[in-house]
């Protein structure tokens, strides 16, 4: 909320529908839940229209005004992407050698940078599906966000262990079908473990992102005129919204929320396994799959309390995406957060006590040596400034201290991986110990990549609705339906305005929302 | 070292790239000090090359296929099929296996004596000691020619050619008779990091620093 | 079968679907031939009941199949097209087989799936009436005229139960 936040943004795409975001409403939902009020004001199908045209207006507008410091960022952002793309032409032209890799640490930037990415894709995965297996109510308005950050954040990532090759230019070798001698790739490598994987858990999270999409894009086809219409057609697919369209939906929506779990699992169990499945002293683990998961699903986590607070901030979607989100959000934080450190916990114990010498040299370099700065600071970060903090709402509601939080989360887990993936410079021969220092280009192109999610996000937020109009719309009609025997109690449809939300959490966006239609009915 | 350098065409790194760590030798002396201090400290010699494992680590994590284990024992690395994921390099507990970080350089008048029988590698690929294997393949088909088997020690890999005090033996551990295999079976014969259990090929005997392989 | 042309009608919410679903009913309009056009789902007590089956879970069990069957072959057939020592093991090794046959069943379900949905979703057939109004929340019922019926009648059956019928313009998709 604005109130925290210091000087607003309020100027990157201003929609002209930038109603009174004020804290009024939000205050209103707060003390809605603090005297106890159990049941909302009914809303009639006028206040829920006013509601739809409220988003709608705000949604629209917000992916059809360009500003100029749209276009700046977008510029800014385009050129760091740009010089990263520089720097990986850079070193094709030179060879791999020009990244700080050596031996024996023959993995640096780009396999840390590859693990974090994969990690953050777990954001959405689990927001959009876990919770709506669980049909938990108030993660509607926060799924599309969650599902394109996944989808970004695999595309990302998944172009790092490419970047990393050495002869990237061959990186098609890889794709299982057989070269001209009739030679198939090695299915018992973990690495075509992970292509597979990957290209599963990519292809699963762009159909799960798009097809909840489709009947959005319809909406937005017929508000556009010209090109952008044309194109929102195609996307769309002939939506109509006929029942059996919805019908149709819903199932394949079943299928894919129940088959993208697993999938996202295995997708960072078997990153694990990168390391986990060698002779690595250090990374032979069991306990890694576990541990990169929940890694994973924390920094996911982080990762999304990060853009939720910007984006919220630069659309203006105060109303929508509420300070009770980010509530819940904390709460799953410190949880996730207190899990990873048993995780780390049961790995480092079992290191330490099970008297490898090696492993024992790299936990005493990790805690008083070289590493040690970057170590403390992970531990700081990850466990005990989440532990700390996250047990207080102000902390949890202030967007400041959640950015801060989150930021500083994902830079701990980014830690993280970069002392596990450069652990082997102590290994088992003393001779050959290392150490490795990143050289430019690993930098610029670590670096271009978050620009470039930066990049995906602030177009993608032009170019398609950033929140789930429908299933929002729907999730405030269900209270009503359910009032006039419509559908069942116990229905599959989640709703947003039940009678218990002030304890499911879903108030604040109803009220908010309703509050800021009222106060615009009235003055029109 | 020098020997191994010139049969296989390895490339010269040159100093700085070396003190990263990228020296591209296929055997090195590693030198491991007793406790103590310098004069009465001792150190010990230990050359390390490809251990050319029984049961390679290396191997079974190519995902192309570029690590592969030949019939007669030796773990072959397919320079053409490597794109340099350098995950075999990982797994290698032995550190035995050398990146091209750049293409490799062979500054003047060096390039005028690469050996014809050997590739030059390109960049971005892993290489490693081959036990000479152009050697061994040259004897063979020499033999096979002669129709004759091969006679012990006719094989010799440059490093084991030029160690003056024949500090180096090679032969065929498959037959009991050859002189490796009866220095293998002496009780001194240790393998390196056994606990690995990667059933190396190469066997060190104790105190005298000798090594057969 | 043909039908002789489209009827359509603006409803009003879900009371309206529901009355006029009832009166096409009545008045002889198979089931089948209804559509209900609205910009979000509607619950099934309102329609009368589930709508047309959808083939999607059987796209979802064909592509579970496919998935299966070309995770066996990647995982054990290719090796056995192309056998390669590797690592001292046996060239056949059971373990990581799970794991490619797993993800590719995975990837199976995933496409399939979707597959069979944008190809359902996209149709065949004729242009059928859909009206912008929808992406604004209005609700309409469309009609594909059963070649027995005369439109007029079903456009006053529909008028008498509160809905109201639109001219036979329709905007295409």
Not at chain 1, 188 to 207: E, F, H, K, N, P
Not at chain 1, 344 to 352: C, Q, S
Not at chain 2, 28 to 49: C, L, S, T
Not at chain 3, 119 to 125: A, D, F, P, Q, V
């Amino acid at each position: 909320m604005s109130e925290r936040g210091g000087p607003g943004v309020k100027g990157k795409g201003d929609g002209p529908e930038s109603t009174g975001t004020g804290s009024t409403p939000e205050k209103a939902a707060l003390a809605f839940e603090a005297a106890g009020v159990k049941t909302m004001p009914a809303l009639t199908e006028d206040d829920l229209r006013a509601l739809d045209r409220d988003l709608d207006a705000r949604v629209f507008g917000a992916m059809q005004s360009i500003s100029i410091r749209y276009l700046l960022l977008v510029g800014f952002l385009g050129s760091v992407v740009a010089f990263g793309a520089f720097a990986f032409g850079w070193q094709i032209y030179k060879g791999i050698g020009v990244a700080g890799i050596n031996r024996p640490v023959f993995w640096g930037f780009y396999i840390a940078s590859f693990v974090f990415w994969i990690g953050i894709s777990h954001a959405g995965t689990l927001v959009s599906a876990i919770l709506r297996v669980l049909k938990v109510e108030w993660r509607m308005p926060l799924t599309r966000a969650a599902e394109a950050m996944t989808l970004f954040a695999l595309m990302i990532g998944g172009l790092f262990p490419i970047i990393h090759l050495g002869r990237n230019w061959r990186f098609y070798w890889m794709i299982p079908v057989p070269n001209e001698r009739g030679l198939w790739p090695n299915f018992r490598s973990a690495l075509m473990w992970d292509l597979l994987a990957i290209l599963t858990y990519i292809t699963a999270s762009s159909l799960f992102l798009l097809l909840p999409l489709i009947p959005d894009l319809a909406t937005a086809r017929d508000r556009t005129r010209g090109l952008r219409r044309r194109i929102y057609g195609l996307l769309s697919f002939g939506w109509r919204g006929t029942q059996q369209q919805w019908h149709r939906l819903h199932v394949a929506m079943r299928v894919f929320t129940i088959v993208v779990i697993p999938i996202a699992v295995s997708v960072h169990t078997i990153v694990s396994w990168d390391f986990g499945m060698t002779l690595v002293e250090g990374w032979r683990s069991t306990v890694f799959g576990p541990y990169f998961v929940i890694g994973a699903i924390y920094s996911g986590m982080a990762a999304l309390v990060t853009v939720l607070v910007l984006v919220r901030r630069s659309l203006q979607l105060e109303d929508y995406v509420t300070l009770r989100h980010f509530d819940r959000l904390g709460k799953v934080l410190l949880a996730v957060s207190v899990i990873w450190f048993y995780m780390f916990w049961a790995g480092f114990l079992t290191d330490w006590y099970g008297g490898s010498t090696v492993a024992k040299l790299i936990q005493h370099e990790h805690l008083v040596g070289h590493s040690a700065v970057l170590f403390w600071t992970m531990m700081v970060v990850n466990v005990l400034v989440p532990f700390l903090f996250l047990w207080f709402r102000r902390v949890r509601t202030s967007m400041t201290a959640m950015l801060v939080i989150s930021l500083l989360v994902n830079v701990g887990m980014w830690i993280e991986r970069f002392l596990i993936v450069t652990s082997p410079g102590i290994n088992s021969l003393s001779y050959n110990w290392g150490s490795y220092t990143p050289q430019w280009p690993e930098i610029a192109i670590a670096t271009a990549t978050f620009a470039a999610f930066a990049l995906l996000y602030v177009l993608f937020s032009k170019a398609l609705p950033l929140i789930s109009l429908w299933e929002v719309k729907e999730g405030w009609r269900v209270d009503r339906w359910r009032r006039e025997g419509l559908v069942e109690a116990e229905s599959d449809v989640p709703s947003l305005t039940t009678g218990a939300t002030a304890v499911t959490g879903a108030t604040a966006t109803a009220t908010t929302a309703a509050a800021t239609a009222g106060s615009r009915g009235g003055a029109t | 070292m020098v020997a191994c350098l010139a049969e296989n065409n390895v490339g010269i790194v040159g100093e700085e790239e070396a003190a990263m760590g990228r020296a591209q030798h296929w055997i090195r002396i590693e030198r491991y000090w007793d406790e103590g201090e310098y004069p009465e400290a001792r150190a010990q010699f230990v050359p390390v090359m490809c251990q050319q494992c029984g049961n390679a680590p290396c191997e079974p994590v190519c995902p192309v296929f570029a690590s592969v284990h030949s019939e007669d024992g030796l773990n072959s690395q397919v320079y053409n099929r490597c794109i340099g994921t350098r995950y075999c390099a990982h797994n290698c507990p032995y550190k035995a296996r050398v990146f091209n970080f750049f293409a490799p350089q062979f500054p003047s008048p060096l390039e005028q004596q690469l050996n014809p029988d050997v590739t030059v590698r390109s960049v971005g690929i892993m290489e490693k000691c081959t036990f000479c294997v152009q050697r061994i393949r040259r004897v063979r088909e020499q033999a096979r020619v002669e129709d004759r088997p091969i006679a012990d020690g006719e094989i010799m890999p440059a490093c084991v050619q030029t160690c003056p005090p024949g500090a180096l033996v090679f032969g065929d551990a498959g037959d009991p008779d050859s002189q490796v295999s009866r220095l293998m079976a002496s009780r001194r014969g240790i393998r390196l990091l056994e606990a690995f259990n990667t059933e190396p090929s190469v066997v060190y005997l104790k105190r005298e620093g000798g090594l057969d392989v | 079968m043909r039908g002789n042309g489209f009827v359509s009608a603006r409803v009003d919410g879900e009371r309206g679907v529901a009355s006029a679903l009832k009166a096409l009913r009545e008045a002889g309009v198979p089931r089948e031939r209804i559509e209900v056009l609205s910009d979000l789902p509607l619950p099934e007590s309102v329609l009368g009941g589930r709508m047309r089956a959808t083939k999607v879970p059987w796209w979802t069990a064909t592509g579970l199949v496919i998935g299966l069957l070309t995770g066996v072959f990647f995982s054990i057939g290719t090796l056995f097209l192309y056998p390669l020592l590797v690592g001292g093991e046996a060239s056949r090794v059971a373990p990581p087989n799970f794991i490619i046959i797993y993800e590719l069943t995975m990837l199976g379900i995933v496409v399939a799936t979707a597959l069979g949905f944008f190809l359902e979703t996209r149709g065949r057939g004729p242009r059928r009436p859909y009206f912008e109004g929808v992406s604004v929340g209005e609700i309409f019922v469309v009609v594909d005229m059963p070649p027995d019926l005369v439109p007029s009648r079903v456009r006053s059956v529909l008028e008498s139960h509160g809905a109201e019928p639109l001219p036979d313009q329709s905007e295409t998709t």
